[in-house]
C-alpha cells in the first residue's frame, strides 16, 4: 500500500498530536498522505475524499470507525481502525501499536474483510445506511409501542414494545447484544431481528437471510392514538416516524471493506475485548 487517507475523530486528538506523528511515519517511509476534511459537525466533505486511496486509517474508536464507513460508501476504500476509545471491538489497532501496522501495510501483510451493510428506507423517500443496526424505538414518554414486522410482504410478527433493533452481523455486539440478541459471524450475510423490551414472555430475536425485505409498521396506540417513534441509523442520524409509517430494511449494495492484520479468530478476539463488559 501506498497513498493513505487519515480520518481523525478531533475530540480523540484535538491538536492532531497523533494524527501528524502517524503522517510523518508514513511520509518517512516513502508513502503518500492525505488528511480528511470535516466540516463543523465532524462529517467527511463528501467532494473531498481523494481518488485512488489504497487505505484509510480511522483515529478513534468504534464510533469513529462506523461513521467513516458509512461516509465513505461508494469509494470502496479498506479501513483500518486505531483505537483511541474504550472497548475498540471493531478498531483492529490499539494505538501503542500503529507503528507495527503500519510497517505491515506498507509490506502487504494483510488481508481485507468485507463487511455486509443495509439500507433503509421511510416512506419511500429517505435513504440511508447502516452498518450496524437500524433501530425503531419509541419517543417522548415511557410507554410501549405496538410495530408489525413485515418479511417479503407477509406479517412476521406483531410486538408491544420499546422498540425493535434490526442487526447486521457486525451489529450483533451492539444493541442487538445489549437486547439479548446473538451474535453472529461479522462476515456473515443475515440480518437479526430483536425487540427491545418486548411485553411478551416469549419474544426471541429472528435470523434472517440477507435477501430479505424487512417492513417495520408503526401501529395505532391505545384508543387509536396517533403514535411517534424515531429511526436511528448506527446511532447518528434519526428521523421521526408516525403511525401507518413503514421503514423498509434491505441489503445495500455498498459493502464495508476492513483490514485484518491479525489472524486471530473471531471467537478469542470476542472473548478478550468483551471480558469484564
Known amino acids: 500500500?501506498?497513498?493513505?487517507?487519515?480520518?481523525?475523530?478531533?475530540?480523540?486528538?484535538?491538536?492532531?498530536?497523533?494524527?501528524?506523528?502517524?503522517?510523518?511515519?508514513?511520509v518517512s517511509h516513502g508513502k503518500s498522505c492525505i488528511l480528511s476534511q470535516k466540516d463543523e459537525e465532524g462529517h467527511i466533505l463528501p467532494d473531498s475524499v481523494p481518488e485512488g486511496m489504497d487505505c484509510a486509517i480511522v483515529l478513534g474508536g468504534d464510533g469513529t470507525l462506523i461513521r467513516a464507513a458509512r461516509e465513505l460508501g461508494g469509494h470502496d476504500i479498506p479501513l483500518l481502525g486505531i483505537n483511541?476509545?474504550?472497548?475498540?471491538y471493531l478498531t483492529e489497532v490499539e494505538l501503542p501499536q500503529f507503528r507495527e501496522a503500519l510497517d505491515k501495510l506498507f509490506s502487504g501483510h494483510l488481508d481485507i474483510e468485507e463487511r455486509m451493510m443495509m439500507q433503509g428506507v421511510?416512506?419511500?423517500?429517505?435513504?440511508?445506511?447502516?452498518?450496524?443496526?437500524?433501530?425503531?424505538?419509541?419517543?417522548?414518554?415511557?410507554?410501549?409501542?405496538?410495530?408489525?414486522?413485515?418479511?417479503?410482504?407477509?406479517?412476521?410478527?406483531?410486538?408491544?414494545?420499546?422498540?425493535?433493533?434490526?442487526?447486521?452481523?457486525?451489529?450483533?455486539?451492539?444493541?442487538?447484544?445489549?437486547?439479548?440478541?446473538?451474535?453472529?459471524?461479522?462476515?456473515?450475510r443475515m440480518f437479526v431481528i430483536t425487540p427491545i423490551c418486548s411485553h411478551a414472555l416469549n419474544a426471541s430475536s429472528i435470523v434472517l437471510s440477507a435477501e430479505d425485505v424487512i417492513e417495520v409498521?408503526?401501529?395505532?396506540?391505545?384508543?387509536?392514538?396517533?403514535?411517534?417513534?424515531?429511526?436511528?441509523?448506527?446511532?447518528?442520524e434519526t428521523a421521526a416516524v408516525f403511525t401507518g409509517d413503514r421503514v423498509l430494511v434491505k441489503k445495500a449494495l455498498e459493502t464495508t471493506k476492513l483490514v485484518k492484520l491479525s489472524r486471530e479468530s473471531f471467537m478469542k478476539i470476542m472473548r478478550e475485548k468483551m471480558k469484564g463488559n
Do not use: W
Open 1 to 26: 500500500m501506498e497513498r493513505f487517507y487519515i480520518i481523525t475523530n478531533l475530540l480523540k486528538d484535538k491538536d492532531f498530536k497523533i494524527t501528524k506523528e502517524i503522517e510523518e511515519y508514513i
Open 84 to 88: 483511541m476509545g474504550t472497548l475498540g
Open 122 to 188: 421511510i416512506g419511500g423517500r429517505q435513504k440511508h445506511v447502516a452498518m450496524n443496526d437500524i433501530v425503531v424505538t419509541r419517543e417522548g414518554n415511557l410507554r410501549v409501542v405496538h410495530f408489525n414486522v413485515y418479511v417479503n410482504g407477509v406479517l412476521l410478527n406483531s410486538y408491544l414494545a420499546d422498540g425493535v433493533i434490526i442487526s447486521t452481523p457486525t451489529g450483533s455486539t451492539g444493541y442487538n447484544l445489549s437486547a439479548g440478541g446473538p451474535v453472529v459471524e461479522p462476515t456473515a
Open 217 to 236: 409498521e408503526i401501529c395505532e396506540g391505545r384508543y387509536g392514538r396517533r403514535e411517534s417513534a424515531l429511526v436511528s441509523f448506527d446511532g447518528a
